[in-house]
């Protein structure tokens, strides 16, 4: 992959930087809930500081009608928790290209700060407007994207004001882009990828494309299921997609040819219903009752995985093995999170979204070698997609 321009590259002393940053944070009364997002911004942002650059920080924040200011959705509170954390004050303009930000914006001196509010209160941030971005790239000399998990958008704020101003990656997606395509490109060997997760259709691009690198392919979640059904047997009442058996077949072949080892599940728990008080055992996939459905995989698919996942030198991981939010079944993917936190000498790279959360649980996450912060963007960079938020910082 072509280098990105970093801030690096970047001589900050004396700028006024338009940071896109990633404070899609949960907030419950006021308060920042899980502040992973916002420290993850940090060394970004202390860099910048350093150098004696003036910054104004730009973020969405969940799923607003973008029709204008919606409480429920406010940056204000992140803001606030910024300023913890770094220590200093932090001003919060109530707009994103409005009097406020405008007016906050020509108060910065260096080592200044404001966070704009929400983009999306504005619609035309999702839709690219020209205009919207234009308006935005007022607001700084340059433009830095600290915001992997938006990169695979193409939004004012990501794509748009990256056309218009110097554009630069920061270390967040500098280290997101570099570990996931170092991965890709120059694996160390033998390279394992799980995947789990509910849905063949969502991961099947991934599993093509991962065919194509890795050397196992570790399959659980509500997806082994439709992969059992492509091999022939039947998995009673579990999540099946049925159009997509032809698909997995496809890739049970193209695993065959390429001689990457794919592991399926030999057992699974299975319950007589989707809940963690269900009756429950655990019966070899030959064996699945008609009116039962997996929610787990068994123990010694856990063992054949654990072993896998031991001789493997990088390990990817994306979607739990099952429904590991309910204590009932969460062995499996504890099994997982387990064999590969004991792996010390290898790269384990955590795909986001469900897996973190997972790792989280079971309090392993400092013993991962690298946990993406972008679910969506991690997913399609690996399936071979061109990211537009990282296109326009290509060098
Ligand atoms: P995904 O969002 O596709 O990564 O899927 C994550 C979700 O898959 C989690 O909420 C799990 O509870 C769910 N899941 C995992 N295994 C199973 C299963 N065997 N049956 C139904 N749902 C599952």
Redo the contacts with the bound molecule.
Sequence with gaps: MAEMRTIEDLDAQGKRVLVRVDYNVPIKDGEVTDDTRIRASLPTLERLLEQGASLVLMSHRGRPSGEGFEEAFTLRPAALRLAELLGKPVSFATDTIGEDAHAKVAALGAGDIVVLENLRFDKREKKNDAEFAAELAKLGDVYVNDAFGTAHRAHASTAGVAELLPAYAGKLMEREVATLSGMLENPRRPFAAIL????VS??IKVIDALMDTCDTLIIG??MCFTFLLAQGKSVGT??KEEDWVERAAEMLKKADEKGVQLLLPVDVVVADAFANDANTQTVSVDEIPDDM????IGPETAKLYADAIANAQTIFWN???????MPAFEAGTKAVALAVAANADADSIIGG??SVAAVNQFDLADQMTFISTGGGASMELVQGEKLPGVEVLMA
Excluded: H, N
């Design positions: 789990g997760g509910s849905k969502d991961k979640g509500g579990s999540l459905m997996g929610l787990d979607g739990p093995m099952g429904v590991f939010e979204g469900d």
